[in-house]
């Protein structure tokens, strides 16, 4: 069985303040708060430019903000690696899918798992009995994802081969199995046809329920974004206009005119 995620202990899994980050003369975040609950889709939305991008940045570790915090059960991690970020149980993947295209689609999900596998070298040289259980629990592990994800039929494939639809998948399949508790997800629908982005759909919210996981998401897909968020935090311009319940937003005159009005 796939293990689920252990819950949070504190009531926001996520907590962001005052978060800025200048790049040079231009405040492309400029005083954001926000927090993420445990087993919640929480999703940024704006035009293009307004700095959801750099709030992920700022919260997976790829930027140090220049000014805010942010906590993750009640932990500081800004400023933190992104691999440290990940080993508290914060993975993400990315807006252009960032796979190891040559390797095939278990040895992917093999790879993920060094970040928890606990046996060092010299076990792996000896190939000690500790070592031979973290490898065939690697494996398990590997194979438990590959089905839940339907990948099973395409496992010995090389990643670079996959259909975009099913390399999403796999970078989903790649986060999860290093079991995390905050789940982010950059523009997951991007390149997807209606039906993928519908199978989408029902994997986030699947996963929310299944894992108790909390998704952090960034997306233009508006049906996506309507049907999979429990609340919605709408930006332009680096600043938060609204943050509120998907219905509100729809019909936020704010966020008509900022972002919605625009289609
Ligand atoms: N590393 C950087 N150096 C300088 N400026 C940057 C950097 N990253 C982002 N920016 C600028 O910060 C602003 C916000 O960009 P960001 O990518 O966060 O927006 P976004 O809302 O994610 O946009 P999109 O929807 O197009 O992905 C933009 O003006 C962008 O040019």
Redesign the pocket.
Known sequence: MIPTAAPARSAQLLAVSGLQMR??G?L??DGIDFEVRPREVFAII??????????FNCVGGFYQPTGGQVMFDGQRIAGLPSHLVARKGLVRTF?NIRLFKQLTVLENLLVAQHLQVETGLLHGLFATPAYRRAERQALERAAQWLERMGLGKVANQEAGTLSYGHQRRLEIARCMITEPRLLMLD?PAAGLNPQEKIALQQLIDGLRREFGISVLL?E?DMSLVMGVSDRIMV?EH?RPIVTAKPDEVRSDRRVINAYLGED
Do not use: D, S
């Open positions: 790049f040079g231009l492309a975040v704006g035009p293009n430019g307004a700095g959801k991008t750099t709030v807006q523009e960034i233009h930006m680096g």
